[in-house]
């Protein structure tokens, strides 16, 4: 290491402290902010010590070198459940109170708090710009890590999510990677409107508890996540992409556990797919339909008002398990549960909003193996 972390201080921070949520990062962590308590520098500092040649282990010593002499910034925040700590340590290249703006970049690390130390889960970038082989902007993605709780407020598993546009730069800027100077716009664009495409990976804390553990990089450098295939990777239609807030609207909002926030499509039909590839086979899956932060904006959204779990693409080609189920939903801000044999679906009809275009699922959960996956619910 080539110089020593600072640990960035700033006044909003004290008065996050004070609160338990951490308001500087609602815009970039926008399913955990609430959850998250500023730790102090003396606590921080050691944090970051102590958890260093991990994250040096899975970066590589080469990639390590650079990355620490770049993140001149280091804070730490605490995330507690009912049966477990955690720690976010946010490095950057700049105070925290800055990171929102998209001139710059961070990474985070989750750390859980054990008996004999800590042990990292996971690491994900957010602003990362990609490039051509031309050394062109290519796009630019945004990584995020949730700790999706049961609903007796125990650490379930651990998402890790990403949503991703392409991008416009200025003229002449060829800054890529984490080297990000100057904004650039926003490019992809379905119904007039920024579009963003959204994935991710789940983890049971039952399985990140194995002996064998260890973290690698996957997604090129944007995640670093449980190494081997343990994990449920979540594919998505194509999300609302908030200009501000890229993370508002993407698919880890349908299994964070909140129907405060929703995962938000942005297709030319206004229809949606979803699918956990790995979780196991499902009996019973449970909704909570539309966008179903108030009773405003979930008559001003689509809701979803067919699901199937087979269907026909544009070449008339049946797709999905040789089972047919189709669910009818109901006008009702609250968990739906029916009996459904398959780990995805498919929105075939919808009930129109009365001012957006855009069809919305609150809340997504699949009963494999005696248990709901993501969280407990009230049935």
Not at 168 to 192: D, I, M, R, W
Not at 281 to 309: F, H, M, W
Not at 317 to 340: A, N
Request: some cysteine.
């Amino acid at each position: 290491m080539k110089k020593n972390i600072c640990i960035g201080l700033c006044v909003i921070l004290c008065a996050a402290a004070l609160s338990g949520e951490a308001p500087e990062l609602q815009v970039v962590m926008p399913n955990s902010w609430k959850k998250l308590e500023y730790v102090a520098d003396a606590e921080a500092e050691q944090i970051v010590k102590t958890v260093q040649p991990d994250i040096t282990k899975a970066l590589g010593y080469d990639a390590a070198d650079s990355f620490f002499t770049s993140c001149t910034y280091s804070t730490v925040y605490r995330q507690a459940t009912k049966d477990a700590v955690f720690y976010r340590l946010v490095f950057s290249n700049c105070p925290v109170s800055e990171i929102a703006s998209l001139n710059h970049w961070f990474y985070q690390a989750l750390v859980r708090q054990t008996k004999k130390g800590y042990r990292l889960y996971g690491m994900a970038v957010y602003n990362y710009l990609s490039a051509t082989m031309k050394d062109e902007f290519d796009g630019v993605s945004f990584g995020a890590i949730d700790i999706v709780e049961s609903d007796g407020k125990n650490a379930k598993g651990i998402l890790f999510s990403l949503v991703g546009s392409s991008v416009t730069p200025p003229q002449n800027c060829l800054q890529t990677g984490l080297s990000v100077k100057v904004p650039y716009k926003f490019a992809y664009t379905t119904k007039k409107q920024l579009s963003g495409g959204t994935d991710a990976r789940y983890y049971l804390l039952r399985d990140l508890e194995r002996s064998d553990f260890s973290i690698e990089s996957r997604q090129f450098t944007e995640w670093y996540e449980p190494k081997g295939d343990m994990g449920i990777t979540i594919t998505a239609s194509h999300c609302l992409l908030d200009a501000r807030c890229p993370l508002k609207y993407s698919i880890q909002n349908a299994f964070d556990g909140d129907s405060a926030t929703s995962y938000v499509e942005n297709t030319d039909d206004d229809l949606m797919e979803i699918n956990c590839d790995g979780c196991g086979k499902p009996t019973r899956i449970a909704v909570i339909n539309g966008y179903a932060s108030n009773d405003k904006l979930y008559q001003e959204n689509n809701r979803i008002r067919i699901i199937k779990s087979r269907t026909r693409n544009k070449d008339g080609i049946l797709w999905g398990d040789p089972v047919d189920v189709t669910i009818q939903l109901k006008e009702m801000m609250m968990h739906q549960v029916f009996k459904y044999g398959a780990n995805y679906l498919f929105a075939t009809a919808i009930d129109n909003g009365t001012k957006y275009n855009d069809t919305c699922m609150a809340e997504l959960n699949f009963y494999v193996n005696n248990s709901w996956l993501f969280g407990d619910i009230n049935e």
